[in-house]
């Protein structure tokens, strides 16, 4: 069964920084797609980050060249470098995992998730 588990959330200032973890286990895909959705109140999940196993990215008109999604994969880790952090970041952020190779950033792709961490910024 496949778990996902985020940490790394809290509240910050705006201009701040925060990193999210997220721990994936119990899958045995040779591909997969990774991800990091977020939903602020009141508005639709949206996709802000995505990697795929051999590193290529793609990300959010909104948060390119201020968050960076890496992963690793012998620890099966995913993680996300949030910068310049802005109150309209503000929102549940949850890390997502598909079977594909195919990575894009739309959440209806993505069938495991998991239960998000809360990310507050301030201004």
């Known amino acids: 069964q496949v778990h996902l588990v985020e940490s790394g959330g809290g509240s910050v200032q705006a201009g701040g920084s925060l990193r999210l973890s997220c721990v994936v286990s119990?899958?045995?895909?040779?591909?997969?797609?990774l991800g990091w959705f977020r939903q602020a109140p009141g508005k639709e999940r949206e996709g802000v980050a995505a990697?795929?196993?051999?590193?290529?990215?793609s990300y959010a008109d909104s948060v390119k060249d201020r968050f960076t999604i890496s992963q690793d994969n012998a620890k099966n880790t995913l993680d996300l470098q949030m910068n310049s952090l802005k109150a309209e970041d503000t929102a549940m952020y949850y890390c997502?995992?598909?079977?594909?190779?195919?990575?894009?950033?739309?959440?209806?792709?993505?069938?495991?998730w998991g239960q998000g961490t809360q990310v507050t910024v301030s201004s």
């Open positions: 990697i795929d196993r051999r590193g290529s990215t």
């Open positions: 119990g899958y045995t895909w040779n591909s997969r797609c």
């Open positions: 997502a995992a598909r079977p594909s190779s195919y990575c894009d950033l739309y959440p209806g792709d993505f069938r495991y």
